[in-house]
């Protein structure tokens, strides 16, 4: 923060500008190594307010330091968060390819909500309800949801942004998938970032589907990153199943997977079928998909692992799209909608008991409850002791569940 005597100042403009060499004192040079160890700058209230000792004093407040006035005791400011530091950036360069990898994911997963909701929106002919939101201790989110639609009974396309605190026990744990993450501190500053859509049709021929993709990062005091990850994935929650429906979700999948590594579909299809599954019941959630999560520098650098998060989301719309094209105004039974709530049942049971996000979401301070349940649909059944006949197609969905089908070749 810079003090407002000296933000419209002439000194206050020239130190945006000025490089070392003509920077008076320094005076860059001097700041980047004091970033690194705080320390007090002096300013006595008889020197005369000249460029010189207007850089110092802008420069001192807006880095956190404490300068004496007429003799006082030093007044120690706190060291800008890095939610204060994003703010500053975004307002006085805004967003780039060189930006901090968190405000590119921002940026990112803002720009592919807008994208998403436009779509759903064409197709279900209704409009979502757009909620932004501000958490007070840094981060905000846009909550995007259409209940009753004429396509879907509930759709959320949800972003959220958040910075927070980690404490030492956090940490520790972190610490099993992330050794980068600094050991001896009591707590650590944090950014986490992620879109997150479940969509809910009205017809039980069509699909539900589930998508997150994240990108989480612990801070250093200068701002700079210390650890980071990007985790997610996609699955398909059918009540009745069409083979081809699941083999062109699953190639469309693999495509955006092969063209970073011809490994990633196998090992995060594996993941997806162990990720998602209700161990109480014995069976998977649906038919599966991908899932991953900590992927850092163990797995690739960062700029070739955003890559692969970016083609992953934009696959999305051809995976489902035409899918749901084909299924939306299928007839249907009373019988089969009934079905549909029973396996809807199973959604919810999976989402309430195991899912680790919801479990975050629930456990965060300040979190925003209602984006954090919209995954919930809105209607569901619980039927007592309910078992499908033997050999409709009903049975058969329950055993694709119970044993994981390979859906390409």
Same mark, same amino acid.
């Given at each position: 923060?810079?003090?407002p005597?000296?933000?419209?100042?002439?000194?206050?403009k020239?130190?945006?500008?000025?490089?070392?060499?003509?920077?008076p !004192?320094?005076?860059?040079?001097y700041?980047?190594?004091?970033a690194?160890?705080?320390?007090e700058?002096?300013?006595?209230?008889?020197?005369?307010?000249?460029?010189?000792?207007?850089? !110092?004093?802008?420069?001192?407040l807006?880095?956190?330091?404490?300068? $004496?006035?007429?003799?006082?005791?030093?007044?120690?400011?706190?060291? *800008?968060s890095?939610?204060?530091?994003?703010s500053?950036?975004?307002?006085?360069? /805004?967003v780039?390819?060189?930006? *901090?990898?968190?405000?590119?994911?921002?940026?990112?997963?803002?720009?592919?909500?807008?994208d998403?909701?436009?779509? +759903?929106?064409?197709i279900? @002919?209704g409009?979502f309800?757009?909620?932004e939101w501000?958490r007070?201790?840094?981060?905000?989110?846009?909550?995007?949801?259409l209940?009753? @639609? #004429?396509v879907?009974?509930?759709?959320?396309?949800?972003?959220?942004?958040?910075? @927070?605190?980690?404490?030492?026990?956090?940490?520790?744990?972190?610490?099993?998938?992330?050794?980068?993450?600094?050991?001896?501190v009591?707590?650590?500053? %944090?950014?986490?970032?992620?879109?997150?859509?479940?969509?809910?049709?009205?017809?039980?021929?069509? *699909?539900?589907?589930?998508? &997150?993709?994240? $990108?989480?990062?612990?801070?250093?005091d200068? /701002?700079?990153?210390?650890?980071?990850?990007?985790?997610? /994935?996609?699955?398909?929650?059918p009540?009745?199943?069409?083979?081809?429906?699941?083999?062109?979700?699953h190639?469309?999948? #693999?495509?955006?997977?092969?063209?970073?590594d011809?490994?990633?579909?196998?090992?995060?299809?594996?993941?997806?079928?162990?990720? %998602?599954? &209700?161990?109480?019941? @014995?069976?998977?959630?649906?038919?599966?998909?991908?899932?991953?999560?900590?992927?850092?520098?163990?797995?690739?650098?960062?700029?070739?692992? %955003?890559?692969?998060?970016?083609?992953? !989301?934009?696959?999305?719309? *051809?995976?489902y799209?035409?899918? +749901?094209?084909?299924?939306k105004?299928?007839?249907y039974?009373?019988?089969?909608?009934?079905?549909?709530?029973v396996?809807?049942?199973?959604?919810?049971?999976?989402n +309430?008991?195991?899912?680790?996000?919801?479990?975050?979401?629930?456990?965060?301070?300040?979190?925003?409850?209602?984006?954090?349940?919209?995954? !919930?649909?809105?209607?569901?059944?619980?039927?007592?002791?309910?078992?499908?006949?033997?050999?409709?197609r009903?049975?058969?969905l329950?055993?694709? +569940?119970?044993?994981?089908?390979?859906w390409?070749?």
């Amino acid at each position: 923060m810079v003090h407002p005597r000296f933000r419209s100042s002439q000194a206050f403009k020239t130190v945006r500008s000025c490089k070392d060499s003509k920077c008076p !004192l320094g005076i860059r040079s001097y700041f980047r190594e004091a970033a690194r160890r705080p320390q007090e700058v002096t300013i006595d209230r008889s020197t005369k307010w000249n460029k010189h000792s207007a850089l !110092l004093a802008s420069l001192g407040l807006a880095s956190g330091y404490a300068f $004496y006035i007429n003799g006082q005791e030093p007044l120690r400011l706190d060291k *800008p968060s890095i939610a204060e530091r994003d703010s500053l950036t975004k307002r006085e360069s /805004g967003v780039s390819a060189s930006s *901090p990898m968190r405000l590119r994911m921002e940026q990112f997963i803002k720009d592919q909500q807008n994208d998403i909701v436009r779509e +759903l929106e064409k197709i279900d @002919g209704g409009k979502f309800r757009r909620d932004e939101w501000n958490r007070p201790k840094g981060g905000d989110g846009i909550s995007c949801v259409l209940q009753d @639609g #004429k396509v879907f009974e509930k759709a959320g396309v949800n972003i959220s942004i958040v910075y @927070g605190t980690l404490p030492r026990p956090a940490i520790e744990k972190m610490r099993v998938h992330h050794k980068a993450m600094d050991p001896s501190v009591e707590s650590l500053e %944090f950014f986490a970032a992620g879109l997150s859509m479940v969509l809910h049709p009205h017809n039980p021929m069509a *699909p539900t589907v589930h998508l &997150n993709y994240r $990108y989480f990062e612990t801070a250093n005091d200068d /701002g700079t990153p210390q650890s980071w990850w990007f985790g997610g /994935g996609t699955d398909l929650t059918p009540a009745y199943l069409f083979d081809e429906d699941a083999i062109h979700f699953h190639k469309t999948i #693999k495509k955006a997977c092969d063209k970073h590594d011809r490994q990633y579909y196998t090992r995060f299809k594996k993941w997806c079928d162990e990720y %998602f599954y &209700n161990k109480h019941r @014995g069976e998977c959630r649906g038919v599966g998909g991908m899932f991953f999560d900590d992927l850092d520098e163990q797995e690739k650098d960062q700029e070739n692992l %955003f890559s692969f998060i970016q083609d992953s !989301l934009k696959a999305f719309l *051809p995976s489902y799209m035409p899918i +749901l094209e084909r299924r939306k105004d299928m007839p249907y039974t009373e019988k089969e909608k009934n079905w549909q709530q029973v396996r809807r049942g199973r959604y919810v049971e999976f989402n +309430l008991v195991y899912d680790r996000g919801t479990s975050f979401g629930l456990a965060t301070p300040g979190a925003r409850i209602e984006s954090i349940l919209v995954s !919930l649909p809105l209607t569901a059944t619980w039927m007592y002791m309910h078992e499908p006949e033997k050999g409709s197609r009903e049975d058969r969905l329950v055993e694709v +569940l119970r044993n994981p089908v390979d859906w390409i070749d």
